[in-house]
């Protein structure tokens, strides 16, 4: 091992260059004007996987982006990872709040700034010096490695999932590993284990046929915003406690272990409350805060209009009334069995003087993975030997669908070893990447290697 570290010494500044150049592409997905730039990054990949030493690059054409892939299997009985990240980013608008020019990478103290930097250029990078560091220095890996980067994450994978079932043999696996995931604090490694679900609906409800004059018709015809207020109130108590029946029906419990694990966490209540100016903090009672942040299902309304909402005054009763709601779930939850009980529950609570028509927009399952699975502790151990501190236990309170479906496809736990900052502004101006994360990142990821082929 001291031949690799004194690699990633030696090659320190080079592999900063490196990440400098591949973060000048400017590879936003949504826009169609960056098309090409999509392609070129796919080229770039397939290029550096090469030269590094990786085997059967291939850049596999989609509807969409393509997707890259390359492997190393030349390590018989031993286990197999798929690496999996994305080369795509987020727009940048509104460009005036950046400080420096997005695909102008600029290293101010220990971060780098420019779009992609932590999401997720700067992640798969360590990767592919990770795996150039061992070939270079040894000759070959103590793990097998798959390694596959798509163009789409950034605008919702749509041909991902096609993609995995297809190729399924091809990315066999025994862990995936993931890198697009935050730290919880600086300086402490973190994994994490648990990701929440999501399921998204609109409901429209309408009353009469028109908008309707207040003093004609009022108290005579029912108000749909009245009733979709009065219908939407219906979905909590006062305690935070969802109220759809069946709604917790599948929730997998928080165990001790996790209990104890994330009450070790150093999380302030006010810091919290403060840094979004929130008065007071609120949510389901009988948990701890990380608890309901993480590892709890949650309903919120996202939107909700109707009526008239010009300047001045306007008595009518509108004709209709529109809400969106999503509630966030957690493993075990089926995303469309929550759509099923949350649209059974509100028809069961529309007056008859209305018409409802509710509509499950989009959703994802939640996932959890053991926290003793052999996987997750042998990043632990890497962890740890790279950062020289603890390392944390983590749920994210958002989704990564994409993680699910490699587990129900691949059938291998998904293991999210992320090296970004709380504070790395992943989708807004001026996002970074600490330098620090990103050295360390590749040393822990070379200490892996080692610990999964031992396994």
């Known amino acids: 091992m001291n031949k690799i570290i004194d690699f990633l010494i030696a090659h320190h500044d080079r592999f900063e260059q490196e990440l400098i150049e591949i973060l000048k592409i400017p590879s936003i997905s949504s826009d169609p004007e960056h098309k090409s730039d999509l392609l070129f990054m796919a080229d770039f990949l397939k290029a550096e996987m090469s030269k590094i030493g990786l085997e059967n690059s291939t850049i596999h054409k989609t509807k969409g982006h393509p997707i890259v892939y390359s492997e190393w299997l030349n390590a018989p009985g031993k286990p197999t990872l798929l690496i999996y990240g994305h080369y795509d980013v987020q727009p940048v608008d509104p460009v005036d709040l950046w400080t420096s020019p997005p695909f102008e990478p600029v290293i ?9 930097a932590a999401d997720d250029k700067g992640q798969i990078f360590i990767h592919l010096k990770a795996t150039e560091s061992y070939l270079k220095t040894q000759g070959e890996l103590p793990v097998n490695i798959k390694l596959l980067f798509e163009g789409e994450e950034e605008v919702g994978s749509t041909h991902l999932e096609g993609f995995i079932k297809d190729h399924a043999q091809m990315l066999e696996a025994d862990y995936v590993v993931i890198s697009d995931t935050p730290m919880f604090r600086e300086g402490y490694p973190g994994i994490t284990y648990g990701l929440r679900g999501l399921t998204y609906l609109q409901i429209n409800l309408r009353g009469t046929n028109t908008d309707l004059h207040s003093g004609s018709f009022g108290g005579l015809v029912k108000n749909p915003i009245n009733a979709l207020v009065e219908i939407l109130a ?49 949510g389901e009672a009988g948990y701890g805060d990380l608890e309901r942040l993480w590892a709890r299902p949650t309903f919120d309304i996202n939107g909700i209009w109707g009526g008239f909402q010009g300047e001045g005054a306007k008595t009518v009763i509108p004709a209709e009334a529109h809400a969106k709601v999503s509630m966030r779930l957690v493993a075990n939850q089926d995303p469309d069995d929550i759509s099923r009980k949350f649209i059974a529950y509100v028809n069961s609570l529309v007056p008859e003087s209305m018409k409802a028509e509710i509509n499950a927009m989009h959703g994802g399952f939640g996932y959890v993975t053991d926290l003793d699975n052999p996987g997750l502790q042998a990043g632990v151990r890497a962890l740890k030997k790279a950062f020289g501190k603890e390392v944390d236990f983590l749920r994210e309170g958002g989704s990564i669908p994409i993680v699910k479906v490699f587990a129900d496809i691949i059938k291998a736990p998904v293991l999210l070893m992320g090296y970004g900052l709380p504070d790395e502004n992943a989708h807004a101006p001026n996002e970074n990447f600490s330098l620090t994360n990103f050295h360390k990142g590749i040393e822990s990821i070379v200490y892996f290697f080692e610990e999964i082929g031992q396994l």
């Not at 101010?108 to 992609?116: E, H, M, W």
């Open 108 to 116: 101010k103290g220990d971060k780098i700034f420019a779009r992609g």
């Open 234 to 282: 219906q979905m909590k108590d006062d305690q935070g406690r969802i109220r759809i029946p069946g709604f917790y029906d599948d929730v997998l419990p928080i165990s001790e272990t996790e209990h104890e694990k994330l009450s070790q966490l150093p999380f302030s209540a006010k810091d919290f409350a403060d840094s979004i100016a929130a008065p007071a903090l609120f």
